[in-house]
Protein backbone atom coordinates (compact mmCIF):
# COMPACT_ATOMS: atom_id res chain seq x y z
CA UNK A 1 0.00 0.00 0.00
CA UNK A 2 1.43 3.45 -0.32
CA UNK A 3 -0.17 5.55 2.10
CA UNK A 4 -0.38 9.46 3.18
CA UNK A 5 -0.86 10.00 6.85
CA UNK A 6 -3.50 12.74 6.71
CA UNK A 7 -3.10 14.72 10.05
CA UNK A 8 -0.63 13.55 12.85
CA UNK A 9 0.98 15.34 15.82
CA UNK A 10 4.36 14.69 16.65
CA UNK A 11 5.81 16.87 19.12
CA UNK A 12 8.88 15.69 21.34
CA UNK A 13 6.89 15.16 24.97
CA UNK A 14 5.21 12.03 22.54
CA UNK A 15 7.67 11.20 19.87
CA UNK A 16 10.92 12.12 21.17
CA UNK A 17 12.83 10.00 18.12
CA UNK A 18 10.77 11.33 15.38
CA UNK A 19 13.06 9.51 12.79
CA UNK A 20 12.12 6.27 14.08
CA UNK A 21 8.71 7.23 14.13
CA UNK A 22 8.97 7.91 10.41
CA UNK A 23 11.22 4.64 9.84
CA UNK A 24 8.49 2.54 11.22
CA UNK A 25 5.92 4.35 9.16
CA UNK A 26 7.43 3.93 6.06
CA UNK A 27 7.53 -0.14 6.71
CA UNK A 28 3.67 -0.07 6.90
CA UNK A 29 3.76 1.67 3.21
CA UNK A 30 3.44 5.46 4.22
CA UNK A 31 5.16 7.88 2.26
CA UNK A 32 4.07 11.43 3.33
CA UNK A 33 2.28 12.37 6.59
CA UNK A 34 0.78 15.99 7.20
CA UNK A 35 2.38 16.87 10.74
CA UNK A 36 0.04 19.72 12.31
CA UNK A 37 1.54 22.76 14.12
CA UNK A 38 -0.60 23.98 17.02
CA UNK A 39 -0.27 26.91 19.72
CA UNK A 40 0.47 25.68 22.45
CA UNK A 41 0.87 28.28 25.09
CA UNK A 42 1.44 32.31 24.11
CA UNK A 43 4.64 32.91 22.10
CA UNK A 44 4.48 28.84 21.22
CA UNK A 45 3.61 27.35 18.08
CA UNK A 46 4.88 23.52 18.94
CA UNK A 47 7.47 21.90 17.35
CA UNK A 48 5.97 20.91 13.54
CA UNK A 49 7.84 23.51 11.57
CA UNK A 50 10.97 22.38 13.01
CA UNK A 51 10.03 18.78 12.32
CA UNK A 52 9.28 19.31 8.98
CA UNK A 53 12.13 21.18 7.87
CA UNK A 54 14.07 18.49 9.17
CA UNK A 55 12.28 15.47 7.04
CA UNK A 56 11.15 17.64 4.45
CA UNK A 57 10.58 14.35 2.03
CA UNK A 58 8.48 13.00 4.75
CA UNK A 59 6.62 15.42 6.61
CA UNK A 60 4.64 18.84 5.50
CA UNK A 61 3.08 20.93 8.27
CA UNK A 62 0.47 23.29 8.81
CA UNK A 63 -0.27 26.14 11.61
CA UNK A 64 -3.22 26.74 13.51
CA UNK A 65 -4.91 27.57 16.82
CA UNK A 66 -7.06 24.69 18.23
CA UNK A 67 -10.85 25.47 19.62
CA UNK A 68 -9.32 24.39 23.25
CA UNK A 69 -6.77 27.11 23.11
CA UNK A 70 -9.00 29.78 21.51
CA UNK A 71 -9.34 32.02 24.84
CA UNK A 72 -5.39 31.81 25.32
CA UNK A 73 -4.04 33.19 22.14
CA UNK A 74 -2.36 36.65 22.41
CA UNK A 75 -1.86 39.42 20.06
CA UNK A 76 1.43 38.47 19.57
CA UNK A 77 0.05 35.11 18.29
CA UNK A 78 -2.02 36.29 15.51
CA UNK A 79 0.60 37.55 14.04
CA UNK A 80 2.84 35.27 14.59
CA UNK A 81 0.30 32.45 12.79
CA UNK A 82 -0.25 34.67 10.18
CA UNK A 83 3.90 35.10 9.43
CA UNK A 84 3.66 31.32 10.07
CA UNK A 85 0.57 30.84 7.17
CA UNK A 86 2.47 32.67 4.81
CA UNK A 87 5.30 30.02 4.71
CA UNK A 88 5.95 28.33 1.36
CA UNK A 89 6.32 24.98 3.70
CA UNK A 90 2.95 25.21 5.32
CA UNK A 91 0.09 23.70 3.85
CA UNK A 92 -2.57 25.26 5.64
CA UNK A 93 -4.68 26.86 7.86
CA UNK A 94 -5.14 24.73 11.11
CA UNK A 95 -6.52 22.83 12.75
CA UNK A 96 -8.92 25.14 14.12
CA UNK A 97 -12.70 24.57 14.60
CA UNK A 98 -15.50 24.11 17.49
CA UNK A 99 -15.31 21.61 20.43
CA UNK A 100 -18.37 21.71 22.35
CA UNK A 101 -18.00 18.72 24.09
CA UNK A 102 -14.87 19.54 26.05
CA UNK A 103 -15.55 23.25 26.35
CA UNK A 104 -11.91 24.18 27.24
CA UNK A 105 -12.25 27.71 25.76
CA UNK A 106 -15.82 29.67 26.15
CA UNK A 107 -17.50 29.15 22.80
CA UNK A 108 -17.75 32.87 22.18
CA UNK A 109 -13.84 32.56 22.04
CA UNK A 110 -13.99 29.80 19.59
CA UNK A 111 -16.19 31.10 17.34
CA UNK A 112 -14.10 33.89 16.88
CA UNK A 113 -10.92 32.06 16.75
CA UNK A 114 -12.35 30.09 13.60
CA UNK A 115 -13.70 32.84 12.21
CA UNK A 116 -10.52 34.59 11.79
CA UNK A 117 -8.72 31.38 10.69
CA UNK A 118 -11.17 31.41 8.09
CA UNK A 119 -10.13 34.58 7.00
CA UNK A 120 -6.65 34.13 7.37
CA UNK A 121 -6.63 30.76 5.16
CA UNK A 122 -8.70 32.96 2.53
CA UNK A 123 -5.68 35.77 2.63
CA UNK A 124 -3.35 33.24 1.78
CA UNK A 125 -4.90 31.33 -0.03
CA UNK A 126 -4.73 27.81 1.32
CA UNK A 127 -7.00 25.36 2.86
CA UNK A 128 -8.48 25.07 6.20
CA UNK A 129 -8.00 21.85 8.62
CA UNK A 130 -11.19 21.74 10.85
CA UNK A 131 -11.72 20.27 14.31
CA UNK A 132 -15.35 19.44 15.20
CA UNK A 133 -16.88 17.91 18.16
CA UNK A 134 -20.40 18.20 19.04
CA UNK A 135 -20.70 21.57 17.30
CA UNK A 136 -21.79 20.81 13.74
CA UNK A 137 -24.77 22.87 13.11
CA UNK A 138 -22.65 25.91 14.43
CA UNK A 139 -18.95 24.73 12.66
CA UNK A 140 -21.10 24.18 8.79
CA UNK A 141 -22.37 28.08 9.76
CA UNK A 142 -19.16 29.41 10.41
CA UNK A 143 -18.37 27.78 6.98
CA UNK A 144 -20.85 29.11 5.01
CA UNK A 145 -20.57 32.25 6.21
CA UNK A 146 -17.02 32.84 5.68
CA UNK A 147 -17.78 31.11 2.32
CA UNK A 148 -14.83 28.31 2.81
CA UNK A 149 -15.06 25.55 0.23
CA UNK A 150 -11.28 24.43 0.46
CA UNK A 151 -10.56 21.83 3.45
CA UNK A 152 -10.71 18.94 5.14
CA UNK A 153 -12.88 17.80 8.34
CA UNK A 154 -10.09 16.28 10.31
CA UNK A 155 -10.90 13.11 12.45
CA UNK A 156 -14.71 13.31 11.06
CA UNK A 157 -16.83 10.92 14.00
CA UNK A 158 -20.11 12.63 12.52
CA UNK A 159 -22.92 10.99 10.78
CA UNK A 160 -24.21 11.14 7.13
CA UNK A 161 -26.19 14.16 7.79
CA UNK A 162 -22.91 15.58 8.83
CA UNK A 163 -20.83 14.18 6.21
CA UNK A 164 -23.42 15.29 3.47
CA UNK A 165 -23.23 19.03 4.40
CA UNK A 166 -19.55 18.88 4.71
CA UNK A 167 -19.23 17.50 1.18
CA UNK A 168 -22.03 20.16 -0.02
CA UNK A 169 -19.73 22.47 1.02
CA UNK A 170 -16.51 21.30 -1.01
CA UNK A 171 -14.71 19.39 1.69
CA UNK A 172 -12.82 16.54 1.97
CA UNK A 173 -13.15 14.30 5.37
CA UNK A 174 -10.62 12.42 6.78
CA UNK A 175 -11.16 9.41 8.75
CA UNK A 176 -9.12 8.56 12.07
CA UNK A 177 -8.71 4.89 13.63
CA UNK A 178 -12.18 5.68 15.25
CA UNK A 179 -13.55 3.67 12.15
CA UNK A 180 -12.63 0.84 13.61
CA UNK A 181 -14.49 0.63 16.48
CA UNK A 182 -17.08 -1.33 17.31
CA UNK A 183 -19.43 1.24 18.43
CA UNK A 184 -18.52 3.56 15.47
CA UNK A 185 -21.70 2.23 13.16
CA UNK A 186 -23.04 5.79 12.32
CA UNK A 187 -19.41 6.94 11.38
CA UNK A 188 -19.31 3.42 9.31
CA UNK A 189 -22.39 4.37 7.72
CA UNK A 190 -20.77 8.63 6.63
CA UNK A 191 -18.03 6.86 5.36
CA UNK A 192 -20.20 4.01 3.23
CA UNK A 193 -22.33 7.32 2.01
CA UNK A 194 -19.23 9.41 1.28
CA UNK A 195 -17.44 8.95 -2.24
CA UNK A 196 -14.15 7.53 -1.67
CA UNK A 197 -12.49 10.37 -3.93
CA UNK A 198 -13.67 12.85 -1.08
CA UNK A 199 -12.16 10.85 1.41
CA UNK A 200 -8.73 11.24 3.33
CA UNK A 201 -7.35 8.87 6.35
CA UNK A 202 -5.34 9.68 8.91
CA UNK A 203 -4.00 8.85 12.09
CA UNK A 204 -4.30 12.13 14.97
CA UNK A 205 -1.05 10.31 16.46
CA UNK A 206 -0.72 10.33 19.41
CA UNK A 207 -4.21 9.74 20.12
CA UNK A 208 -7.15 7.57 19.11
CA UNK A 209 -4.80 3.67 18.15
CA UNK A 210 -6.80 1.81 15.72
CA UNK A 211 -7.59 -1.69 16.09
CA UNK A 212 -6.14 -3.69 16.85
CA UNK A 213 -4.00 -1.23 18.71
CA UNK A 214 -6.43 0.76 20.39
CA UNK A 215 -5.10 1.44 24.01
CA UNK A 216 -1.64 2.08 22.61
CA UNK A 217 0.24 5.41 21.77
CA UNK A 218 -0.86 6.12 17.98
CA UNK A 219 1.29 6.72 15.40
CA UNK A 220 1.65 7.38 11.43
CA UNK A 221 2.47 3.68 10.47
CA UNK A 222 -0.84 2.89 12.11
CA UNK A 223 -2.73 4.35 9.51
CA UNK A 224 -2.66 1.39 7.52
CA UNK A 225 -5.57 -0.12 9.64
CA UNK A 226 -7.89 2.38 8.91
CA UNK A 227 -7.31 2.77 5.38
CA UNK A 228 -7.86 -1.57 5.67
CA UNK A 229 -11.25 -0.81 6.97
CA UNK A 230 -12.39 2.43 5.03
CA UNK A 231 -11.74 0.07 1.67
CA UNK A 232 -13.88 -2.64 3.45
CA UNK A 233 -17.11 0.09 3.92
CA UNK A 234 -16.35 1.32 0.56
CA UNK A 235 -15.78 -2.35 -1.17
CA UNK A 236 -12.80 -1.97 -2.61
CA UNK A 237 -9.48 -3.45 -1.50
CA UNK A 238 -7.10 -2.04 1.07
CA UNK A 239 -4.87 -0.80 -1.77
CA UNK A 240 -7.16 1.33 -3.69
CA UNK A 241 -8.44 3.02 -0.81
CA UNK A 242 -5.30 3.98 0.60
CA UNK A 243 -3.88 5.39 -2.76
CA UNK A 244 -7.37 7.06 -3.70
CA UNK A 245 -6.75 8.56 -0.19
CA UNK A 246 -3.43 9.74 -0.40
CA UNK A 247 -3.92 11.19 -3.98
CA UNK A 248 -6.91 13.61 -2.39
CA UNK A 249 -4.67 14.64 0.26
CA UNK A 250 -2.11 15.29 -2.20
CA UNK A 251 -4.43 16.90 -3.93
CA UNK A 252 -5.74 19.35 -1.61
CA UNK A 253 -2.77 20.43 0.64
CA UNK A 254 -0.51 20.24 -3.13
CA UNK A 255 1.88 18.16 -1.50
CA UNK A 256 5.32 16.73 -3.21
CA UNK A 257 5.17 12.73 -2.19
CA UNK A 258 4.94 10.26 -4.59
CA UNK A 259 2.21 8.04 -5.33
Known amino acids: MKLIDAHCHLEPKDFPATAEVIARARAQGVVHAVVVGQFQRPGDFGSALDAARAHPDFLTPTMGIHPHDAAAAQADDWVALERFARLPEIAAVGETGL ?122 GYVAETAKKVGELKGVDAETAALTCARNTKQLLKLSAAL
Open 99 to 220: DYFYNHSPKEAQLETFHRQCQLAKQVGKPVIIHVRDAHDDCVEVLRSEGMHEGMIHCFTGDTDAARKYLDLGFFISISGVVTYKKSEALQAAVAFTPLERLMVETDSPFLAPIPFRGKKNEP
